[in-house]
């Protein structure tokens, strides 16, 4: 299930073949596996989540979920999520736990989306590299040494990193080749693009 669109996981829900409390255990443990190395995630509820699947299941089994019932997913830590921590990425907030739910998270928990935890990310959102995070920097899955870019470097990491490498390729050239993962991808899809010619 690791390489599906939302959308045929929504279906693999309602068709059964995967229940969300599966769907989501897996996703935990992909998140716990790559957590050390990569330094995505803030907070990881892993109790929240496998409760809001069990109510995900229940409400596919009475045909009254919607399309992102059951689907887990992770919201970057400046959104307000009622009951757990919400810290922006600073210090100064790292034990403040948020009294209410902000707009989009309370639209998506209607939704009976499943929440899995929370993602690193620069400071207050203030940088474009996710280095100034309180709880570390983040780390590019493609390559350690590259950025992820920020400020919402956890959560493009998460979402990068869950699905299969694809074979390695021997890149022509790179621009500034330790700090930018950007300018590495392009490099990677230029030399792919000449590959392919």
């Avoid at 769907?23 to 803030?42: E, G, M, S, V, W």
Wanted: hydrophobic residues 40%.
């Amino acid at each position: 299930m690791r390489d599906r669109t939302i959308a045929e996981l929504g279906e693999a829900l309602r068709s059964k073949r995967i229940s969300s409390v599966e769907l989501t255990r897996d996703t935990l443990a992909r998140i716990k596996a790559a957590q050390p190395a990569l330094n995505a995630f803030i907070t990881i509820d892993e109790e929240g989540a496998l409760a809001a699947a069990r109510a995900a299941d229940e409400a596919i089994a009475r045909s009254s979920g919607g399309p992102l019932t059951g689907i887990p997913i992770a919201h970057k830590d400046v959104l307000m999520t009622a009951g757990l921590k919400t810290t922006c990425g600073s210090r100064m907030l790292d034990h403040f736990v948020a009294p209410y739910d902000a707009h989009v998270v309370s639209g998506l928990k209607s939704a009976g989306t499943v929440l899995v935890g929370k993602t690193n990310m620069d400071e207050f959102a203030m940088g474009s590299s996710n280095e100034t995070s309180y709880f570390g920097s983040v780390k590019n899955p493609w390559d350690v040494e590259y950025v992820p870019g920020g400020s919402s470097g956890g959560s493009a990491v998460a979402i990068d990193s869950f699905p299969p490498r694809p074979a390695p390729i021997r890149v022509v050239r790179f621009v500034n080749r330790r700090r930018c993962r950007v300018c590495a991808a392009s490099s990677r899809r230029t030399a792919r693009a000449r590959a392919m010619d």
